[in-house]
């Protein structure tokens, strides 16, 4: 559900037993409780999905029928959608239990954020860096979010400066659009804005159905001085829609 991966640490927020949380910013949820703001959200890392197999060093590379680790419904949806012969295999735990089954052989390769594997130092592991052209990364991957109290100005003001001006208006766009179409982390939306040329952002958004790999996606690019990020998220969002995508929302989370 929504939040649960930040509930108990915003408990603490609130209580006052910390002054601010960091989260992944893929966790938070788009709309936060009123107490809380997002302070900050510092330089962004490589938020693309990666490949990681023992024995195959690409996605076209993986033979008929493999079978292929994830635990999100969205890259499972994808994945249906660019091989619909892969079969996708229910895979859960921290990064170092994925890569040991992986190793030992439940799976043929598994789908995880290449954020967390860099983290880690742990990219030996990566084969292939998907493109957000054809496997588009959730709302917010490879950014962190510094959550504080809305009212604690010391603390807000103090985390002023780790907040990165052009990670902000990205995650400010995919999380809007996310929160138009009132999807969460585990509803099969991508949506991802990069800069291209100078003074310009590029967006790509899918939404996707797991079970049949039904796919709708679009693309814009805006002059970054003509748009409002947020406003942006929402035209995104609203060109999904009108491509087609609400029947694959309503079929996978009654929205």
Not at 32 to 48: G, Q
Not at 79 to 91: G, N, S, T
Request: proline share 6%; with cysteine; hydrophobic share 45%.
């Amino acid at each position: 559900s929504k939040g649960m991966f930040t509930k108990e640490i915003e408990e603490a927020l609130a209580e006052g037993r910390v002054d601010l949380a960091v989260h992944s910013l893929k966790d938070l949820p788009t709309e936060l409780p009123e107490p809380f703001a997002l302070a900050a959200t510092p330089p962004r890392v490589d938020p693309r999905d990666v490949l990681v197999s023992v024995r195959y060093h690409s996605l076209s590379e993986l033979p008929v029928g493999a079978r292929v680790g994830t635990s999100s419904q969205r890259r499972r949806a994808q994945l249906k959608a660019v091989r619909p012969d892969i079969e996708a295999v229910e895979f859960r735990g921290n990064v170092d239990t994925r890569l040991r089954k992986l190793a030992e052989g439940q799976v043929d390769a598994i789908l995880l954020a290449a954020a967390g594997l860099d983290r880690l130092e742990k990219t030996e592991w990566v084969r292939e860096r998907l493109e957000p052209k054809d496997f588009c990364p959730a709302a917010g991957q490879g950014s962190l979010g510094i959550e504080a109290r809305n009212g604690d100005a010391a603390t807000l003001e103090a985390l002023r400066f780790l907040d990165d001006e052009a990670t902000h208006f990205a995650v400010t766009v995919e999380r809007a659009a996310l929160a138009a179409l009132g999807g969460g982390c585990q509803v099969p939306i991508g949506v991802h804005c990069r800069p291209t040329t100078e003074g310009a952002v590029e967006v790509f958004a899918v939404v996707a159905a797991p079970e049949t790999g039904a796919a709708v996606r679009v693309y814009l690019e805006e002059r970054l001085s003509a748009v409002d990020p947020a406003e942006l998220g929402r035209t995104v969002a609203r060109k999904l829609i009108e491509a087609g995508a609400g029947p694959l929302l309503e079929a996978v989370s009654g929205v």
